[in-house]
């Protein structure tokens, strides 16, 4: 028991909680917000936190999946492609990156840093693009609903390799990648249709990339144990509190510490545009305010471009909603 109550227990039980609420509040972020959270808190190496990391969402996506799966609400068939070409390639990953580090610890945590930092990036990204896409379908009369679209079997298994590579590799991306590929393929798959499937596939997939990191980096169980503790609860807090709180702040907020961490592992890192001797903290604190300058700024120019007043409905949260109806703002402007 001492051996798992150690002096980082309840930091890392506490991040795992918040972590939680987050992901129960808005459905997204896990991995991408938990996996640098404990690389900062210094629990352990890159590679000992993406174990466990990946490990915990194995626990806690279980849930959710079977929720979805109960109403119904995935399709079985654009899962089951995504399965096919995500779990080779999550199993796979995590072999590569440590055949690429030469067997050597410190350029295998070095290399992972990289790795996560240009996922966190792509992370952020995705969500923005995910937001533009929901705004044009808004307001550009997007194809109607389709529960059950024409499969695209190619397409769609080559999103869930690259996909599985990522998450093999990082623990980042599982919701992410794979949603925004979707939501590019399957313009007219309902929101609930969306969201029940990007979690049905990502249990086998998240599976897999814990059992492969976990066959080369054993599993650290002063961090998977608090780290499980923590999420369960916040999680199920999170989804009781999430119709209650402004989650549009959130998200946005989420875009920002994402965009922050991942620059801050890149620096970490030794990339070479960020130096490779001395952290850049004024140069992560620049880029915070700077997105809190120019993000809604820039926002307000998408909206005008497509005819809305650069701020008003719809809002990020109607965007957002799964139930979010385009008839009731797409005569506006």
Not at 42 to 69: Q, R
Not at 239 to 247: D, E, F, H, K, N
Not at 249 to 270: E, F, P, Y
Not at 282 to 287: G, N, P, Q, S
Request: charged share 15%; glycine share 12%.
């Amino acid at each position: 028991m001492s051996e798992v109550i150690t002096t980082g227990f309840f930091s890392i039980l506490a991040a795992g909680f918040f972590v939680g609420v987050i992901v129960g509040l808005t459905g997204m972020g896990g991995g991408a917000l938990m996996t640098p959270a404990l690389i900062f808190l210094g629990v352990g190496d890159a590679a000992t936190v993406v174990t466990a990391d990946l490990t915990a969402a194995a626990i806690y996506k279980t849930g959710g999946a079977v929720v979805h799966a109960k109403e119904g609400s995935p399709n079985l068939t654009l899962a089951k492609w995504l399965i096919i070409g995500s779990v080779p390639m999550a199993l796979l990953g995590p072999w590569v990156i440590h055949r690429l580090a030469g067997g050597s610890p410190d350029t295998l945590d070095e290399l992972l840093k990289l790795c996560i930092g240009f996922a966190l990036l792509l992370a952020a990204a995705t969500y923005a693009l995910r937001l533009y896409i929901n705004l044009r379908r808004v307001r550009g009369g997007a194809p109607e609903a389709d529960p059950n679209p024409h499969i695209r079997p190619l397409a769609t298994l080559l999103v869930g390799a690259l996909g599985g590579l990522l998450v093999g590799i990082t623990s980042v991306g599982s919701g992410s990648v794979i949603m925004i590929a979707l939501l590019m393929l399957y313009p007219g798959l309902s929101a609930v249709k969306l969201v029940g499937t990007d979690l049905v596939q990502a249990v086998p997939l998240v599976l897999a990339a814990a059992i492969s990191n976990i066959a080369i980096h054993g599993i650290d169980w002063s961090i998977l144990v608090p780290l499980v503790l923590g999420s369960l609860p916040g999680t199920l807090l999170g989804s009781r509190i999430a119709p209650r709180v402004p989650q549009s702040i959130i998200r946005r907020g989420i875009v920002i510490v994402l965009t922050m961490s991942g620059i801050a592992l890149l620096d970490k890192a030794g990339w070479a545009p960020l130096g490779k001797e001395d952290t850049h903290p004024m140069l992560i604190a620049l880029v915070g305010v700077a997105m809190l300058v120019l993000v809604p700024f820039i926002w307000g120019l998408l909206r005008k471009g497509q005819g809305l007043p650069m701020f008003g409905a719809p809002t990020v949260a109607e965007l957002d909603d799964v139930e979010y109806d385009p008839e009731r703002v797409r005569d506006r402007g």
